[in-house]
């Protein structure tokens, strides 16, 4: 097993919208809520975002995280196969991200998760966010109440 990660390409595509939909499909660990073509996918997540790294086992995409421009800082969006997790994934593609962020002087990274999106918390606290606020009860699709923690990362050059 080789992890490394790297700016994402047109040729990650097909896999990572596969990926993300999985998640989509599986709930609870993303607030996106409907599936994405093609065309939606790649806008959203490969020409819109600031910086966008894919992370590949043995040359397999197997994750990806954008982020946006927020202000001087930037919101942050991760995805790793639920499926078949590799663990250190996560970590790995966040250094790269993390660093470019740092290299193109962003002061911060925020992170807004589901507050029911255990590993997800979990995942960014582990990676150095810290709470920073929480929105109450903001409806999910079919009208359910669900808080959305954001958490912070302060980026030092």
């Known amino acids: 097993m080789t992890l490394h990660a790297r700016p ?7 896999a990572l919208v596969g990926l993300f939909n999985a998640i989509v499909r ?5 607030a996106h809520e409907e599936e994405w073509d093609m065309p939606t996918f790649k806008t959203y997540y490969f020409d819109d975002p ?12 197997i994750g990806f995280q954008a982020v ?14 639920q499926d078949n997790p590799v663990k ?10 993390k660093a470019a962020a740092i290299k193109a002087g962003y ?5 807004k998760i589901r507050a029911d999106n255990v ?8 990676m150095g966010f810290e709470d920073f606020e929480v929105a109450k009860n903001v409806p999910l699709k079919d009208g359910t109440p669900m808080d959305r923690v954001t958490k ?6």
Do not use: C, Q
């Open 8 to 14: 994402t390409t047109e040729d990650d595509l097909p």
């Open 26 to 30: 599986t709930g609870g660990t993303t």
């Open 50 to 61: 600031a910086i966008v790294h894919t992370v590949l086992n043995d040359g397999t995409p």
């Open 68 to 81: 946006f421009e927020s202000d001087e800082g930037l919101s942050i969006g991760s995805f790793t196969d």
């Open 88 to 97: 250190g994934a996560g970590a790995v593609m966040f250094a790269a991200t």
């Open 107 to 111: 002061k911060w990274i925020d992170a």
């Open 119 to 126: 590993p997800g918390l979990a995942y960014y606290s582990k």
């Open 152 to 157: 912070r990362l302060v980026l030092e050059s």
